[in-house]
């Protein structure tokens, strides 16, 4: 399996977290991936073969040949059907609004087709992505297609960037109480802005910060128990960290620890 990132444009960096590819020869038992909530919308492309994505009641569907996944708020679950060959855009949490044609919640924990989004220009986009000579080629058409509809490179949320620093800077661990008080905002005007601008409340995205913390100290083996872990991560307690870390990844720390911690990472680029 090989995976590798790039930068985007200076144009587009302060829309898009990166570029990514990853390739792998197909298996005749291909293992099931975990992937874990981390704040980003995706637009992704495969020009391997296609991947299976398996639904909360066990079903298995095929995702389509492009499309763009909203923010995840539980574990998503997919497997190859035979090799792998994926290039994908990974949107800062705030950065996919300029370019979305629908409101950003009703894409959460969905696929949904480039088609559907861009009609005509979605398909003529996969096309040349799917088809392209390498990943030269295909950063450049993707940094076209994105470049000629941003139409106000400027129109970014101030409020919702400056939240973002903040919990970055805390790392997730910041009550929204504090965060809109830090702000001058009303409470629920922070919660319907970052609804509209992020597609997912602040509280999810802090949660996730916080977890995305405790994963990167996991595949560092930085931390001596997963009690040590769980009070490094600031949780209140060891079940307060349990359950948040099943609620985003599905299965305990322990069997997540001792599964696909490093693959997981991958995807969400942190590894």
């Not at 144009?11 to 570029?19: D, E, G, M, V």
């Not at 099943?246 to 995807?267: A, C, E, I």
Request: hydrophobic letters at 40%; proline letters at 6%; glycine letters at 6%.
């Amino acid at each position: 399996m090989t995976y590798h990132t790039y930068s985007p444009d200076p144009t587009l960096a302060p829309f898009i977290k990166c570029f990514w590819t990853l390739d792998a020869a197909a298996e005749s038992e291909p293992e099931k991936q975990r992937i874990v909530p981390d704040g980003c919308m995706e637009m992704i492309f495969h020009y391997g073969d296609y991947y299976q994505q398996y639904l909360e009641n066990g079903e298995a569907i095929i995702q389509p040949k492009s499309f763009i996944f909203g923010q995840l708020s539980r574990p998503l679950t997919i497997a190859p059907t035979g090799k792998t060959g994926i290039f994908a855009i990974r949107f800062l949490p705030d950065g996919f609004l300029p370019f979305a044609l629908l409101p950003l919640s009703t894409f959460e924990n969905r696929a949904v087709p480039l088609c559907d989004l861009f009609a005509s220009d979605g398909i003529k986009l996969e096309h040349a992505i799917v088809n392209a000579s390498g990943t030269e080629e295909r950063i450049e058409i993707a940094t076209a297609f994105l470049s000629n509809r941003l139409i106000n490179p400027i129109a970014i949320d101030l409020i919702i960037k400056s939240s973002l620093d903040l919990m970055s800077r805390a790392k997730g661990s910041l009550m929204v109480s504090d965060l809109s008080t830090q702000l001058s905002i009303n409470r629920r005007s922070l919660e319907r802005r970052f609804s509209s601008v992020i597609g997912m409340s602040p509280k999810q995205l802090a949660r996730i910060i916080r977890l995305q913390r405790v994963l990167k100290s996991m595949v560092n083996e930085d931390f001596a128990s997963l009690t040590t872990l769980a009070y490094q991560g600031d949780y209140y307690d060891q079940a307060h960290f349990i359950k948040d870390f099943k609620d985003f990844t599905g299965v305990s720390p322990g069997k997540f620890f001792n599964s696909q911690l490093k693959l997981s990472l991958l995807f969400s680029g942190e590894k």
